[in-house]
């Protein structure tokens, strides 16, 4: 006999901006799309994001992971018809930039005054939301997150709390990149992905879904992950520690189109190995 056990529902959010990239779905009108069943991968894939938030110069010589968490944050917060400066921000990522980390183990390791400067300031791990509250002028909070393969939903239930108890919108990005060199026998991480989405206490004319969240257990184990369904989530599945988070953009996909599978059908994210956060979708009912 399985006994579930979850915590009372947190107050009511609301999500606005949905934002999604990877070289197969390069932006949330795509991935939507495809999740529909209603569109088709990219063929030839994009090779990486081209973030519009840096100057030309800093774009070129922005790592993968950069570019590629700046395109859905601006890509988000532009949907959401919020000024950057102003928004609160958490950024997620269960590993960093690992190739610039391999190159640093390398260089050290073999040659360590040809060590790069610009290299090493981009291999820590909240390098992404610098790079973002430079860019945009954001003097709000800002918060990097890691817990490995937990990371995308520790970052949204650490910004759903942040936006429920200071009643503001927060920014989540969440992003992922290819695991290079000998940590690829630790951790196989493979491709680029990267979502984002904000949170916000009240709704908005921009407001896309309405959002109830609680904590579950499953006889003191968290229930797993809501897999994917669509053929084009399913190609995503293995794809990096993001990949987590298709659960619920499929969710936001299907909201409005009658299937069921959106609205009515919650979806568990593991936030540790006996809790998970699990949330529930509803249409934004407008007057």
């Known amino acids: 006999m399985t006994t579930t056990t979850s915590a009372p529902t947190r107050p009511t959010l609301y999500i606005e901006g949905p934002a999604f990239w990877t070289p ?10 495809a999740f529909r069943g209603e569109g088709a991968l990219a063929d030839p894939p994009v090779k990486r994001p081209s973030p519009q938030v840096l100057a030309p110069a800093e774009r070129r ?82 918060n990097a997150v890691s817990a490995f393969e937990h990371s995308f939903a520790s970052g949204l239930l650490e910004a759903a709390v942040q936006s429920a108890c200071d009643q503001e919108p927060v920014l989540l990005v969440g992003y992922d990149a290819p695991s290079v060199g000998a940590v690829t026998s630790v951790t196989d991480s493979r491709g680029l992905l990267a979502v984002a989405l904000v949170i916000a206490s009240e709704p908005s004319e921009r407001t896309v879904a309405v959002l109830d969240w609680s904590l579950a257990s499953e006889d003191g184990k968290a229930p797993a992950a809501t ?50 956060l699990r949330l529930q979708l509803r249409p934004f009912a407008r007057g």
């Open 61 to 142: 010589r922005a790592p993968d992971t950069v570019a590629l968490a700046l395109e859905v944050a601006a890509a988000s917060l532009a949907a959401s018809g919020r000024n950057a400066a102003d928004v609160p921000c958490v950024f997620t990522s269960a590993h960093g930039d690992l190739a610039i980390n391999d190159y640093m183990c390398s260089t050290l390791a073999n040659d360590p005054k040809m060590l790069s400067p610009t290299k090493f300031h981009n291999s820590v791990h909240n390098a992404a939301v610098g790079y973002w509250t430079i860019g945009t002028g954001c003097t709000a909070a800002s």
């Open 24 to 33: 197969t779905l390069p932006g949330w009108d795509a991935a939507r799309a």
């Open 227 to 276: 897999p994917p369904r669509s053929k084009a989530a399913k190609s995503l599945a293995e794809i990096n520690p993001m990949a987590l988070s298709l659960g619920l953009f499929e969710s936001l996909a299907h909201l409005d189109d009658g299937s069921g599978d959106g609205a009515g059908t919650p979806v568990d994210l593991p936030v540790s190995a006996s809790l998970s």
